[in-house]
Nanobody
Framework: QVQLVESGGGLVQAGGSLRLSCAAS????????MGWFRQARGKEREFVAA????????YYADSVKGRFTISRDNAKNTVALQMNSLKSEDTAVYYC?????????????????WGQGTQVTVSS
């Protein structure tokens, strides 16, 4: 069992930066693929970024590639999402998720545990 709590969301102007953090509890965290997803109002939840258990492999949606960076610290049971050059279209609730398998890292269905989400609002 893994429990996830996100923090770091807020209101930022376009072009600005935010850093989201996800604190995890549970002994199996360091074995999990970790992902960030987002859901804008009226839209489906979509993949943003993922990182494998060791941190050696990272994956990004095309829409955030080059602007967002995912990282993890297994000693502290945390995963972070650094978001730079934010755009209004990045406005959404951002969710941290953990998967026991890395096979479907880009799919909502590939994850076993979810946080409650944190709101990110980018004003233009």
């Amino acid at each position: 069992q893994v429990q996830l709590v996100e923090s770091g969301g807020g209101l930022v102007q376009a072009g600005g930066s935010l850093r989201l953090s996800c604190a995890a509890s549970g002994r199996t965290f360091r074995l999990c693929t970790m992902g960030w997803f987002r859901q804008a109002r009226g839209k489906e939840r979509e993949f943003v970024a993922a990182i494998n258990w060791s941190g050696a492999n990272t994956y990004y949606a095309d829409s955030v590639k080059g602007r967002f960076t995912i990282s993890r610290d297994n000693a502290k049971n945390t995963v972070a999402l650094q978001m730079n050059s934010l755009k209004s279209e990045d406005t959404a609730v951002y969710y941290c998720a953990a998967a026991r398998s890395s096979t479907w890292y880009g799919a909502v269905s590939g994850y076993d545990y979810w946080g409650q989400g944190t709101q990110v609002t980018v004003s233009s």
